[in-house]
């Protein structure tokens, strides 16, 4: 059987990581968009209760997908490799998160958690508008600080929590993980890896 050659595979090995930022980079631009343009649209048609609500919805789900990321990055394998020779619905779905861990925490942690930080940033400011215009205070400086410390407070501390939650639990957060993945391929016929040719 002939040797891998090192050149070849290096190079094969740094057009996967262009393709990937790329690919990442793409993504994020689309996921922003869509979001952002989402948020606002519902947030001109909300009250501004409703319009807190979301913006707390938008919170939890940068830190939900930080405490993922951080879960993937800290889980072991071999319970999933145990639960796949049952036939464990999933299993195979959380073995395949943590061998593509590095990946996976990227988009977690840093797609989805950067792009909930921007659009949590611009619905905050939202609604300091909306408050400034519904009871007309007249310091709008200090509105606007309150509400983007608020949301600065809540992300850190929400993510901080969340670390901790997620290294002590990895094992369980990567198996519900991967059990929503293992739904949603089977009700979509979406695979999310490529199947390696043998």
């Not at 790329?22 to 631009?29: K, R, S, Y």
């Not at 519902?42 to 990321?69: P, Y």
């Not at 501390?157 to 991967?178: H, M, P, Q, R």
Request: charged residues 20%.
């Amino acid at each position: 059987m002939p040797k891998p050659d090192p050149v070849s595979a290096k190079k094969e090995e740094k057009r996967k990581t262009r393709k990937w930022v790329l690919t990442v980079f793409l993504a994020t631009i689309f996921i922003s968009g869509l979001i952002s343009l989402t948020s606002d649209e519902i947030m001109k048609r909300s009250n501004t209760v409703v319009a807190f609500v979301i913006l707390l919805l938008i919170v939890s789900i940068g830190i939900i997908f930080d405490i993922i990321g951080m879960a993937v990055a800290s889980a072991d394998e071999k319970p999933f490799h145990s639960m796949a020779s049952r036939k464990v619905a999933g299993a195979q779905e959380c073995i395949m998160l943590l061998r593509n861990a590095e990946r996976v925490s990227s988009i977690c942690n840093d797609v989805v958690g950067d792009i909930c930080g921007v659009v949590s940033g611009a619905a905050s400011a939202t609604i300091a508008a909306r408050i400034l215009s519904s009871f007309q205070f007249s310091w709008p400086d200090i509105v606007t600080l309150v509400m983007s410390s608020l949301v600065a407070a809540l992300t850190v501390g929400g993510k901080a929590v969340g670390k901790g939650f997620a290294v002590n639990s990895c094992t369980s957060i990567v198996f519900l993980a991967g059990r929503v993945i293992y739904a949603v391929r089977h009700i979509t016929d979406i695979s999310f890896w490529k199947k390696k040719k043998k």
